[in-house]
């Protein structure tokens, strides 16, 4: 991980080996420009002398862009940047050597331009727009000798000094891969063994492209990547935190089509789609076409395209991630489970996660049992919605739940008092969402977990958990996850995307809080729970 002086340190060193070397260029560059990228990287303002200095007196970064299967929407998103717009960026900060969209050359002259860089012995990096067939090579050839496209790619990584997968279709395969995927189409990082740094989106707005290429032409380094390969910079951030509509999503204010006044006038698209809450991307920050517009701003629901398989895994694009919005079933319930831990295996271990009548980590030790896990909420659900309706943005939620759920609300008036009921057993917090979802009683811990179990998606929605682990205690808040079902209600989820959401996270936490412990204390990590509990689902977090 590049912390900021490091790269400041870098950037020192590549200016002074170039003030005494021959190669040292010269070129007037716009410093409004170089503040812009800088600011888009979220470097400090102290960066800009040196930035600007690099860019003027250090060789042009050489590019080869390579087209593969894809649409070429990549390179349009790309011609249309601005500050520095293309003809400043070819000029002066990167030197584009091969792009077939744009190039004078074609053919035989076309080709020469790869194999000159090839011979040359010039750094240069790779850009690749589309996907790769690598096994049935035949569907993709290029050039004037019909070359594939996999061996093309092989033999340009091989000396490339780094590769950028730009766009979805490099970066994961994109539509090409997309079931029934007929020509074994995938992202390039899958035939590669470079390190790959994807840039995904369909397509990636022109700022990610230019700034991460901006970004290797300044440090001769790739940026700070996630567990994707993305650049953090970029796609470090939910994008659904960042949206505009985000305070009536809070509110329960959701469009129910896209042509209703609601959408119209700045309503949530969730209920119609938008999966921004799955999608980590810089979308309503940098914006397309200068900074004009966004898909979710110009009416339609983000569809996770910067995200892997989004054409799979992601249902239809014009419903919420609900069982009825799948097309391909990822249910627990599909997956090959191993048989069940038993109690006896517990003899010899010192943490343990208990489910019973309260949820605990426990440190046995000496004798006892020290509870580890601080964890307390409000489970009486009447008193839980006159909570969220406190403020402004709970009551119009509340209202909006009364009024699309009159029955299940019904039965929460008539079947709970104003007595408080602080709980530690998460079993109670399984109650409170199926009690919201479905109107009647929760008979068991099981049936919740089946419920989540048969889930159809992958991808869990967020439900605010947080979590604190020092020294011997773990502290689970999950006060701001009682809104999350509302929320996700209102906005067309149903009960197996809840359960689905709810477990999912809590036995993530669960998770990070008993190997925290079993760092911290050398002793080995164990599971028990009460029989009630003894699902699949369950175990196979732990």
């Not at 912390?3 to 716009?30: C, G, H, M, P, T």
């Not at 996770?304 to 990822?330: I, Q, R, T, V």
């Not at 426990?362 to 008193?383: D, G, I, R, T, W």
């Amino acid at each position: 991980m590049l912390s900021n002086d490091d790269l400041k340190a870098i950037l020192e060193k590549r200016v002074a080996e170039f003030e005494s070397s021959d190669k040292k260029e010269a070129r007037q560059i716009d410093e409004t420009y170089v503040q812009n990228l800088l600011k888009l990287l979220s470097l400090p303002n102290d960066f800009l002398p040196i930035a600007k200095r690099a860019f003027e007196i250090t060789p042009k970064l050489n590019v080869i862009w390579l087209h593969l299967a894809e649409c070429t929407g990549c390179s349009e998103s790309f011609f249309r940047t601005d500050r520095p717009d293309f003809a400043n960026l070819v000029f002066d900060f990167i030197s584009l050597n091969y792009h077939e969209t744009i190039m004078c050359a074609a053919g035989w002259q076309a080709d020469e331009c790869i194999e000159d860089m090839l011979d040359s012995n010039e750094d240069f990096v790779l850009a690749v727009e589309g996907g790769v067939a690598a096994i049935d090579t035949y569907f993709l050839t290029i050039g004037a000798h019909a070359e594939s496209a996999y061996d093309l790619l092989q033999r340009l990584a091989k000396k490339a000094k780094a590769v950028f997968a730009m766009g979805t279709c490099s970066s994961y395969g994109g539509v090409q891969a997309a079931m029934p995927n007929p020509s074994k189409c995938c992202g390039i990082s899958e035939v590669l063994s470079n390190k790959v740094v994807n840039v995904p989106g369909c397509p990636p707005s022109d700022i990610n492209i230019v700034a991460n290429l901006a970004f290797y032409a300044l440090f001769r380094v790739e940026p700070n990547l996630d567990e994707n390969n993305r650049p953090k910079w970029a796609y470090g951030k939910c994008l659904h935190d960042m949206c505009e509509r985000k305070a009536k999503f809070e509110s329960g204010i959701f469009a129910q089509k896209f042509d209703d006044d609601l959408a119209k006038n700045g309503a949530c698209l969730f209920k119609v789609g938008c999966k921004g809450p799955y999608t980590y991307n810089n979308c309503p920050k940098v914006k397309f076409n200068s900074k004009t517009s966004w898909p979710v701003q110009a009416g339609h629901g983000c569809m996770a395209c910067c995200e892997p398989n989004f054409w799979d895994d992601f249902g239809f694009y014009e419903l919420a991630m609900s069982n009825k919005a799948a097309y391909k079933d990822y249910s627990f319930n599909s997956l090959n489970i191993s048989t069940m831990k038993e109690d006896s295996e517990l003899n010899d271990t010192n943490i343990l996660l208990s489910i019973n009548d309260s949820l605990q980590i426990l440190n046995k030790s000496e004798n006892q049992a020290l509870n580890l896990l601080n964890l307390s909420f409000e489970s009486n659900v009447k008193l839980i919605l006159q909570s969220i309706a406190k403020n402004k943005m709970g009551a119009s939620l509340l209202e909006t739940y009364k009024k699309e759920f009159p029955k299940n609300y019904t039965y929460i008036e008539e079947n709970f008092d104003e007595e408080s009921r602080p709980s530690s057993n998460i079993f109670d917090f399984f109650s409170y969402i199926y009690v919201l979802a479905k109107g009647e009683k929760l008979q068991s811990a099981r049936d919740f977990l089946e419920a989540g179990a048969s889930y159809k998606f992958k991808h869990a929605s967020p439900f605010d958990m947080k979590l604190s682990c020092k020294e011997n205690e773990a502290k689970l808040d999950i006060s701001k996850s009682m809104r999350m079902p509302l929320i996700y209600l209102c906005g067309g989820l149903d009960l197996e995307a809840l359960a689905f959401s709810a477990s999912k996270e809590l036995f993530k936490n669960l998770n990070e809080a008993l190997l925290y412990f079993v760092k911290n204390t050398n002793k080995s990590k164990a599971l028990f729970v009460n029989s009630d509990y003894k699902h699949p689902f369950l175990y196979s977090y732990f």
